[in-house]
């Protein structure tokens, strides 16, 4: 692949631009970690070796609807300071006016060394891919990625393609020998038989998937396929697109379905959107209150939540969706 520069002196020049931003530890909270959750229940992510809150802060669509930077990054300091150092974003997060990965900038080089950060890459070419990665580093004025994801497994044919010689796991392994990256992962929405193969065929150290919907036949079960043998390979195992349903199907509480998503045996975490102080301390009290729901309620849940398991009106079901445009804005 083509290469104007060498990665030792793109890491070099970004590490110089991003003033005052330290390198994180490789793995979690042992007693000289700089992470802490402020004693909200944390987690051990997978093969990552680092302990995570049980809860991300997602800057995605719900946090990018917040028009003003400045009091975007009010609710994420805050967020930061009440123990949520699990911060999620992505390349493509952002629309003409904002950019994910730029507001984020602006305040993690503060907290370089307390953040545990997470993007992703659309791209599947080796080159492109490379580009991007390079491209998020510079905006998150960072010299290192904590975790980068393979963005959106749409299919079998998807996964499959990954690990050919000159496509996107090249580059991100290259990137993770070179310190630059520390965990590689990737992220689905719409085929659980597509990251189902992706967890076959790679040793893959993060799977974050979309929670609480298969297709109108029933043939995409994201709690049964992929999740359980993420888990069985050691791998983290991270839900989003917790609190979608409500979306489409009235009377379900918010917090009933981030309590659902934490007591899923086979998923550490969940990553969850926000947009408020209000939203962020409702969280927070789910958190520090938190036990896993009871059979039965889990059963309750799962029953009101049938008309969005089948899926027929659910954006990232369709084969054209692009994660996630709505309005201009790239969804979480």
Request: glycine content about 8%; some cysteine.
């Amino acid at each position: 692949m083509n290469q104007k520069i060498s990665r030792k002196q793109f890491i070099q020049a970004t590490a110089a631009a991003a003033v005052t931003v330290a390198v994180a530890p490789v793995t979690g909270c042992a007693a000289n970690s700089p992470y802490d959750a402020k004693g909200l229940p944390t987690v051990k992510l997978g093969r990552t070796g680092a302990t995570v809150p049980i809860m991300g802060f997602g800057c995605g669509s719900r946090w990018m609807s917040v028009p003003d930077s400045e009091k975007a990054l009010e609710i994420l300091e805050s967020a930061f300071n009440q123990g949520l150092y699990y911060w999620d974003t992505a390349a493509s997060y952002g629309n003409q006016k904002i950019c994910s990965e730029e507001r984020i900038g602006m305040l993690l080089k503060e907290h370089r060394e307390q953040v545990f950060l997470s993007s992703k890459t659309g791209d599947r070419d080796g080159d492109h891919a490379k580009r991007s990665v390079e491209r998020s580093l510079k905006r998150l004025q960072t010299d290192h990625i904590d975790l980068m994801h393979v963005h959106a497994v749409s299919s079998v044919e998807d996964a499959e393609q990954l690990g050919e010689k000159g496509k996107v796991l090249e580059v991100l392994h290259q990137f993770r020998s070179e310190g630059v990256i520390r965990n590689i992962g990737f992220s689905g929405h719409a085929s659980a038989a597509g990251m189902k193969r992706a967890v076959e065929l790679y040793d893959f150290d993060v799977m974050m998937m979309a929670l609480n919907h298969q297709s109108t036949e029933r043939t995409e079960d994201f709690e049964g396929l992929p999740a359980p043998l993420a888990r069985q390979k050691g791998m983290g195992v991270v839900a989003m697109k917790v609190i979608r349903p409500r979306e489409t199907v009235n009377g379900l509480a918010a917090d009933d379905l981030v309590r659902y998503a934490l007591t899923l045996d086979d998923f550490h975490m969940a990553n969850i959107g926000i947009d408020s102080m209000e939203v962020l301390h409702s969280n927070l009290e789910i958190l520090r209150n938190f036990s896993p729901l009871d059979e039965e309620k889990m059963k309750e849940i799962r029953l009101a939540l049938h008309p969005f398991y089948q899926g027929a009106n659910l954006a990232w079901m369709d084969p054209a969706y692009q994660d996630g445009r709505n309005s201009g804005i790239l969804l979480a």
